[in-house]
């Protein structure tokens, strides 16, 4: 066998930071790919190997196919041969589409509704009675069943509970040749019913008689066929059978005889949120909808209405004023109901608020209905955005959030609606049709184990608290990889390169197991599978370990081990130290754990999602860690909860925090600082330079040299953001964007600038023989040594190193930054401002893409922020800094519904000893 049918050979590989190597990746094994962070592990594993085998299959296309994709650029390598198809599967590939869901995702949700279109059992959305079709067979012998010597009447439902006299009713069913009606219940000849007297403003009840029958032996089958036939066609698809107890409702339509409500037939598209067949037309299928909220609207209530209470029309074009229309209008409201204007509103009464807020039902508007009306009527995005300052997302009343028709909502299965099934937890959902199958036709039997099947994999990437209603806009990354993995182990794709990056992050210690069985079967299934990671036990679970080095930048892009796990314990390289135990991640904070704390931040009462009411009490002054397996409630208690309480507190953010009960120790500190990990900017003209504001600085300095002065170049003749020293072509950016419209948008190096994205002019000024784009190509820990004389620069570029991103350039756009260097960059910024001492820093995960080096860079650097007298809380799984924390807070003891309590909490020793505590028994394995 030739090494290429068994090896990926890569030789000379330069992309970014790769130094010429040459390598031999084994195939069919799962493969780590290790290294300090920059050291270039993304760029061997997804910008050479990935980007070939996606460019060579680009390149098997029709030219007509090949229009629409673009040309994609051939990566700086001499060769690689072995490659075949390959799948890449990391952090931002996921879509960020609020139609988006994991079971769509997934495509769980398809087999679902194709479930439902089957053998769902529709219900009247109005009184819940089932609502079944039943043809002229069916029907006949349903009555041909009644007792022997039963007398029937059948007759056919004309008026139907609604007001009026009716006699043209009447008179119309006397030419169809009936002698007899119900009328009201009580049976007439027609004359009669045409005498009777109907009064106009009741509800009325009008039904023809079509036959009368007596159910025995000599019936007379052909007859009760015809008259049905006749009944059903006068009574418009309904038709009653009375056996002079009861009313028997019979219909041929998915229809309810009771409310009168018809239902379409049952397809996979009535269940769909994204199509106009399944969607609730008030919300468009989103689950909710912009409100204006009276608050907003009404921000101060101790100002009067002519001191401008009402916060948008004081805000209008047209301000408050005696010749302004919103000004003439309120004197008419006031004079007609007999209010002042110069009174606080507050002080109104109720029921004038409400005429203010929503109108008077007569000349005055509202508020309210005007901005509403005005948002979804203007054609300006200017107006829209400024209406909005005053809207919440709420959640859709007409369909509770759950995205459906009512008609759609009111169909069951196993008598479940699909909303329950899709808000029910996987395990649960798991559980619900493994029981629904033992009872289940025949026909839907494969489509049940389809659907099981996929709902297993979920569960052994550590899904199993998730639900197939989650929007994939509140997926973390992990979560969001290891939700397409579970897909494409569905595919049972074979001969596939799959590319994962670091499928660890947000998984707890307990589920790692699981996770690594699920990639072993990928693997087994005849696919190479390559991982960047940092986790140990996924390193000992490889075939083959990939180390690059030895530092990062311009310091790595080399290969420095390769081989199995057991040799790579005996190397001398960063990693194989910390392997090994050589090395350890420690800080040293035992003075801190010796103290007690003396302040606290309380939040008790949180009770959003699957909290259990829980009161969370966090030391001030303390590094301090939230843990717990994958969905115990983490995000929900401090992302959700607590981040957006202290948003809100400090800095009026408009935001909706968790459900909760009281806070108290706000006065014990002055500012909060929530270091996520979202992009510092959506396109690439954002950057670490323009971020952490050094860029400002840099321009002066260009716009300050003899010849920017001589030629009149001020700062903005630096920036690529506005005309004058940008290229014109790409407008600054250094690359074109090009519309996928189905994918993701591509971005390609402009051919006017080589991607330096000023013009010729900008380029010829130098600072100490480096023009503007050379600066934005320079690592940080270049510029720190570059800029040593200007602090205002070599300040942030310190930073920017101290938080392990020495090796990034000043320039890199902000769409190629992961979610935790995007994290670190944000870290950065924050520790270049001046702390108070009183600060309460809020990360989440922000281990995420570090190596065992660089996480002892950060916990140094975060326990410097304590030592000032800071509070750092992290919400994390890593081992590595959970030992290392002076408190920790544990929530479980599973995850979803089975979760949402403080299981423990203490310092990582008094946790260790915890038995209910899963993250203690882990925990008791690393402290030494």
């Not at 680009?58 to 007509?64: A, G, H, Q």
């Not at 005429?355 to 979804?376: A, I, S, T």
């Not at 929900?636 to 202290?646: E, G, S």
């Amino acid at each position: 066998m030739k090494k290429s049918d068994s090896h990926i050979k890569i030789r000379g590989a330069r992309v970014h930071n790769l130094k010429n190597i040459n390598i031999d990746i084994p195939k069919n094994s799962l493969v780590v790919i290790t290294g300090l962070s920059g050291s270039g592990k993304s760029s061997l594993a997804f910008d050479t190997i990935y980007a070939e085998a996606e460019r060579r299959f680009v390149e098997s296309l029709s030219s007509y196919a090949r229009q629409f994709l673009g040309v994609k650029e051939k990566p700086d390598v001499e060769s690689i041969e072995g490659l075949s198809p390959a799948i890449a599967i990391d952090q931002k590939s996921i879509s960020k589409n609020p139609r988006s869901t994991v079971g769509t995702i997934t495509e769980i949700y398809d087999y679902v509704r194709l479930l439902y279109a089957r053998v769902g059992v529709p219900h009247c959305p109005a009184c819940s009675k089932p609502v079944k079709r039943q043809t002229v067979d069916e029907i006949v012998k349903r009555v041909s069943a009644l007792a022997p010597g039963t007398h029937v009447l059948l007759l056919a439902p004309i008026i139907r509970s609604k007001k009026g006299e009716h006699k043209s009713v009447l008179a119309e069913i006397e030419r169809g040749g009936f002698l007899r009606v119900r009328l009201d219940g009580e049976i007439m000849r027609i004359e009669e019913a045409r005498d009777a007297f109907l009064d106009p403003k009741k509800k009325h009840n009008v039904e023809a008689v079509v036959d009368r029958l007596v159910i025995d032996t000599d019936l007379d089958k052909a007859r009760l066929r015809d008259s049905t036939e006749t009944a059903i066609k006068v009574g418009s698809g309904f038709l009653i059978v009375n056996d002079t107890f009861q009313d028997i409702l019979f219909s041929e339509h998915l229809a309810c005889a009771s409310c009168g409500i018809s239902l379409n037939d049952l397809e996979p598209r009535s269940f769909s949120f994204n199509s106009p067949y399944g969607a609730c037309p008030a919300c468009t299928g989103l689950g909710t909808t912009l409100e204006v909220d009276s608050k907003l609207v009404i921000p101060n209530p101790r100002l009067s209405l002519l001191e401008g209470a009402l916060q948008p029309w004081a805000r209008a074009s047209h301000k408050v004023g005696r010749q302004s229309w919103y000004w003439w209008m309120l004197e008419d409201l006031a004079s007609r109901h007999s209010f002042p204007l110069d009174k606080p509103v507050g002080q109104l009464p109720k029921k004038i608020i409400d005429f203010l807020l929503y109108g008077d039902g007569e000349r005055f508007e509202g508020v309210v209905p005007n901005l509403k009306r005005r948002w979804r009527e203007t054609d300006s995005e200017w107006t829209r955005g400024e209406i909005e300052k005053y809207m919440i997302v709420k959640t859709c009343a007409a369909c509770g959030g759950k995205r459906l028709k009512l008609e759609s909502l009111a169909v069951t299965v196993g008598g479940k609606s699909i909303a329950e099934i899709s808000d029910a937890s996987i395990r649960d959902e798991l559980f619900f049709f493994q029981n629904f199958l033992k009872s289940a036709p025949k026909e839907i039997h494969l489509v049940l184990k389809e659907i099981m099947r996929r709902l297993e994999f979920l569960i052994n990437v550590g899904l199993e608290y998730m639900m197939l209603s989650r929007t994939s806009t509140t997926l973390a990354g992990g979560e969001a990889q290891r939700v397409r993995l579970a897909t494409q182990i569905g595919s049972h794709l074979t001969g596939i390169i799959y590319v994962l990056d670091e499928p660890s992050i947000g998984l707890h210690a307990r589920d790692h197991a699981m996770l690594l069985k699920t990639i072993r079967h990928l693997r087994d299934l005849g696919n190479t599978v390559l991982i960047v990671e940092h986790d140990r036990e996924t390193m000992e679970a490889a075939d083959w370990i990939v180390d690059l080095g030895k530092g990062a930048g311009k310091h790595g892009g080399k290969v420095i081990f390769e081989g199995l796990y057991i040799k790579l314990l005996k190397t001398n390289t960063l990693t194989g130290e910390y392997l090994s135990g050589k090395r350890n991640v420690v800080i040293d904070n035992r003075e801190r754990k010796k103290l007690s704390p003396k302040e606290f931040l309380v939040l008790s009462g949180a009770r959003e999602h699957n909290l259990k009411n829980i009161t969370l009490t966090v030391p001030l002054g303390r590094f301090i860690c939230v843990s717990g397996v994958s969905g115990s409630g983490k995000s929900t208690l401090i992302n959700d909860t607590l981040v957006q309480i202290l948003l809100a507190h400090f800095y009026n953010a408009r935001t909706t925090p968790g459900s909760y009960s009281s806070i108290k120790g706000l006065e014990k500190i002055d500012k909060v600082v929530d270091v996520d990990q979202s992009p510092i900017g959506r396109t690439p003209r954002s950057n670490p330079a323009t971020y952490t504001g050094m860029f400002g600085p840099i321009r002066e300095l260009f716009a300050r040299t003899r010849e920017a002065r001589a030629r009149g170049y001020g700062p903005g003749r630096f920036s690529f953001n506005v005309k004058g020293g940008r290229c014109e072509e790409c407008e600054g950016q250094g690359v074109k964007k090009i519309e996928m419209y189905f994918l993701p948008d591509l971005y390609q190096e402009c051919e006017e600038c080589g991607g330096k994205r000023y013009n010729k002019e900008a380029l010829e000024i130098e600072y100490q023989n480096k023009n503007i784009s050379e600066i934005l190509d320079m690592p940080a820990e270049e510029a720190l040594t570059f800029f040593k004389d200007i602090p205002v620069i070599s300040e942030r570029a310190e930073t920017l190193v101290k938080v392990g991103l020495g090796y990034m350039k000043l320039g890199q756009p902000a769409t190629t930054l992961s979610g935790g260097e995007a994290q670190r960059v944000k870290l950065a910024t924050e520790l270049a401002r001046r702390s108070t001492g009183r600060t309460f820093y809020i990360l989440d995960e922000p281990t995420t893409g570090l190596h065992f080096d660089d996480i002892q860079k950060l916990l140094l650097v975060l326990s410097a922020l304590v030592e000032r007298g800071n509070t750092v809380l992290v919400i994390e799984h890593n081992l590595e800094v959970l030992k290392n924390a002076d408190w920790i807070i544990d929530l479980g003891p599973e995850g979803g519904a089975d979760g949402g309590e403080i299981i423990a909490e203490g310092t990582p020793e008094d946790i260790a000893k915890n038995p209910k505590s899963y993250t203690g028994q882990w925990l008791k394995r690393n402290l030494k």
